[in-house]
């Protein structure tokens, strides 16, 4: 049984910074593909940036340059370092995993997921 837990949203002012981070369990973290998508009331879960096995990196072009995704295996935990933060980056941030090599900026076809941490950027 695969778990995924998201932590370190919370509340921050416009330019500051902050860091989510992504523990999972139930299978070695290291062939893991890491995902993080967001997602505001009333529209569908967005791809923020991914992270593959290999360390390959995928970013969405508003994120680029101001969040890096990364790992750390021995820790099985993954990172979202987001800077420069703005309003519209307001939402609930979701931890994706899985297995696959073959897995996308779609939401749909990422197969574990953690509960989601509201990340909050005030004007």
């Known amino acids: 049984q695969v778990q995924v837990i998201e932590s370190g949203g919370g509340v921050v002012q416009a330019g500051g910074s902050l860091r989510l981070s992504c523990a999972a369990s139930?299978?070695?973290?290291?062939?893991?593909?890491i995902g993080w998508f967001r997602q505001v009331p009333g529209k569908e879960r967005e791809f923020v940036a991914s992270?593959?096995?290999?360390?390959?990196?995928d970013y969405e072009d508003s994120v680029k340059g101001r969040f890096t995704i990364s790992r750390d295996n021995a820790k099985n935990t993954g990172y979202l370092q987001m800077n420069s933060l703005n309003p519209e980056d307001t939402a609930v941030y979701y931890c994706?995993?899985?297995?696959?090599?073959?897995?996308?900026?779609?939401?749909?076809?990422?197969?574990?997921w953690g509960q989601g941490t509201q990340v909050t950027v005030s004007s």
């Open positions: 994706a995993v899985d297995r696959s090599r073959f897995v996308n900026r779609n939401s749909h076809v990422w197969d574990y």
């Open positions: 139930g299978r070695p973290f290291s062939e893991f593909a």
């Open positions: 992270i593959m096995p290999s360390s390959n990196t």
